[in-house]
């Protein structure tokens, strides 16, 4: 049974770093990509940032320049440094883990909280 584990989050003032870690067990095969996904109180799930196998990065706008994704494919890890925090990029974040192999699937973990205050 894949399983997905995020750790990292925290509560911390404007221009503040996190550092948020998802590792993933219970492959047998290694993810093609893994996923940073923000999600607000009432609002709606969505990527924050991406980085695939080859270790080819993606960002949502408003993120772009603040954050960075990383990944470790020796430990099914994937890291998004924040730094710049906002008011805004408070939320809970989730990983989401992709597979091509043995058939196209993802898993999602149970996310970490991240509370930028002003």
């Known amino acids: 049974q894949v399983n997905v584990v995020e750790s990292g989050g925290d509560s911390v003032q404007t221009g503040g770093s996190l550092t948020l870690s998802c590792t993933v067990s219970?492959?047998?095969?290694?993810?093609?990509?893994m996923g940073w996904y923000r999600q607000a109180p009432g609002k709606q799930r969505y990527m924050v940032a991406s980085?695939?196998?080859?270790?080819?990065?993606e960002y949502s706008a408003f993120v772009k320049g603040r954050f960075t994704i990383s990944i470790d494919k020796s430990r099914n890890t994937a890291s998004l440094q924040m730094n710049g925090l906002l008011p805004e990029d408070t939320g809970v974040y989730f990983c989401?883990?992709?597979?091509?192999?043995?058939?196209?699937?993802?898993?999602w973990g149970q996310g970490t909280q991240v509370t930028v205050s002003s």
């Open positions: 219970g492959s047998a095969f290694k993810p093609e990509a």
């Open positions: 980085v695939d196998s080859d270790e080819e990065a």
């Open positions: 989401r883990v992709f597979y091509i192999r043995p058939s196209l699937s993802s898993y």
